[in-house]
Structure formats: C-alpha cells, structure tokens
C-alpha cells in the first residue's frame, strides 16, 4: 500500500509559476513510477506527465510540453510538478499517482495508487 498527499496547489494569475508536491509513505517509493494528472470539471481525468523510478526518464502531454516538469527525490519520498507560465485552461484539480509497473504509462487506469488531489485555480 501507497498513501500519496498532494500539496502546493492555489489561486495563481495567468503568466505565474506554482510548484506541486506529492509525498509518498508506505511502500519503497522509488519502486514506483509516478504520474501527474488533472481534472476539469464536466471534463475526463487528463495526463500531464509521468517520471520514471530513477527520475531520468520523463514524459509529458502535449497541452503542458515545454511549461511543466516532473522531478522526483527518492530520498525525501517526493515527487514535484514544477508548473511555469500557467494558464486558465491549466485550472484543474491534480492529482498524483503511483504505478508499480516498470514503464512509463499515460494510461490512468494502470496506476495502483492515487492522491486525494489538490485544485490549482488560474485567473485570467
């Protein structure tokens, strides 16, 4: 088992900068693959990036390419969201999420882990 708690989200202007963290507790952390996403309201849950276990592979969906980035410490048992040049578009909850598998995935539904979420809230 894996707790995973969200941190760092808020009300930021278009153009801001904001850093998401997650911490993990329970399992060995740095045995999983861990994943950004993100819901809108009336909309699907979306990927925004994933890292893998050593942190030196990384992937992103193309809406966030190029303004986030992922990073993990596995020593501190933390995951980030490093989230530049913000939009309002960005405005979502965010959650973080843990896969036990070996390979980087965007698929939701092959994570094992999830956060409660955090809301990060972009005015124009």
């Known amino acids: 088992q894996v707790q995973l708690v969200e941190s760092g989200g808020g009300l930021v202007q278009a153009g801001d900068s904001l850093r998401l963290s997650c911490a993990a507790s329970g399992r060995i952390f740095s045995r999983y693959v861990m994943g950004w996403f993100r819901q809108a309201p009336g909309k699907e849950r979306e990927f925004v990036g994933t890292?893998?276990?050593?942190?030196?592979?990384?992937d992103y969906g193309n809406s966030v390419k190029g303004r986030f980035t992922i990073s993990r410490d596995n020593a501190k048992n933390t995951v980030y969201l490093q989230m530049n040049s913000l939009k309002p578009e960005d405005t979502a909850v965010y959650y973080c999420a843990a896969d036990a598998r070996y390979t980087l995935t965007r698929r939701p539904g092959e994570y094992d882990y999830w956060g409660q979420g955090t809301q990060v809230t972009v005015s124009s």
């Open positions: 890292i893998n276990r050593s942190g030196d592979m990384t």
